[in-house]
T-cell receptor, first 111, second 114 residues
Framework: DAKTTQPPSMDCAEGRAANLPCNHSTISGNEYVYWYRQIHSQGPQYIIH???NNETNEMASLIITEDRKSSTLILPHATLRDTAVYYCIVRVDQGNTPLVFGKGTRLSVIA | ETGVTQSPTHLIKTRGQQVTLRCSSQ?????VSWYQQALGQGPQFIFQ???????GRGNFPPRFSGLQFPNYSSELNVNALELDDSALYLC?????????????FGPGTRLTVT
């Protein structure tokens, strides 16, 4: 079973920041937080991952709380093409462990 | 650098039949994982192949089987198809070895069992 809890859906106005929350209160010390997204009927796309420090790349920023029990994915300027289901996954850093997906958050970016 | 490709894109089969789905991994990747995604659900892990050996399996019956070839491409075989096998089948490739590497997904094969 997935070790994360996410809201089922969120809306965001185009051009505004989208902040997607994720709770992972049972995360272990050697587990990373990964984010993927899936645009309708396509394969999931890797976005970002982190252990305890905040991370940023060209797609998004990942903010992890100090106790690591929750995190937020930030899309700084959402566009209509960011409409997708976003999955937050915790994953141990040991070999090629599989991804355990929950139901994710359906983000709708509105013009 | 070519991405992960899958074939066919769509497939319709009859209950009881057998099906083979194919996946070509991204250049430089030696690990392939297969996932099943039912409508409205997140992908569920079926199994993983690393250097031609099965390297982990999810909660799927033995009629789901696979192969990995020397060029690291892979096949997923499903025997005795059931209606509940209707789903999007995704493969993902990644580097092998130590460390939790990102998995890169293909576009999927949509299987419909009637």
């Amino acid at each position: 079973d997935a070790k994360t809890t996410q809201p089922p859906s969120m809306d965001c106005a185009e051009g505004r920041a989208a902040n997607l929350p994720c709770n992972h209160s049972t995360i272990s010390g050697n587990e990373y937080v990964y984010w993927y997204r899936q645009i309708h009927s396509q394969g999931p796309q890797y976005i970002i991952h982190g252990l305890k420090n905040n991370e940023t790349n060209e797609m998004a920023s990942l903010i992890i709380t100090e106790d690591r029990k929750s995190s937020t994915l930030i899309l700084p300027h959402a566009t209509l093409r960011d409409t997708a289901v976003y999955y937050c996954i915790v994953r141990v850093d040991q070999g090629n462990t599989p991804l355990v997906f929950g139901k994710g958050t359906r983000l709708s970016v509105i013009a | 650098e070519t991405g992960v490709t899958q074939s066919p894109t769509h497939l319709i089969k009859t209950r009881g039949q057998q099906v083979t789905l194919r996946c070509s991994s991204q250049s430089g990747h030696n690990t392939v994982s297969w996932y099943q995604q039912a409508l409205g659900q997140g992908p569920q892990f079926i199994f993983q192949y690393y250097r031609e050996e099965e390297n982990g399996r999810g909660n799927f019956p033995p009629r789901f089987s696979g192969l990995q070839f020397p060029n690291y491409s892979s096949e997923l075989n499903v025997n005795a198809l059931e209606l509940d096998d209707s789903a999007l089948y995704l493969c993902a490739s990644s580097h092998g070895g130590a460390g939790a590497y990102e998995q890169y997904f293909g576009p999927g094969t949509r299987l419909t069992v009637t």
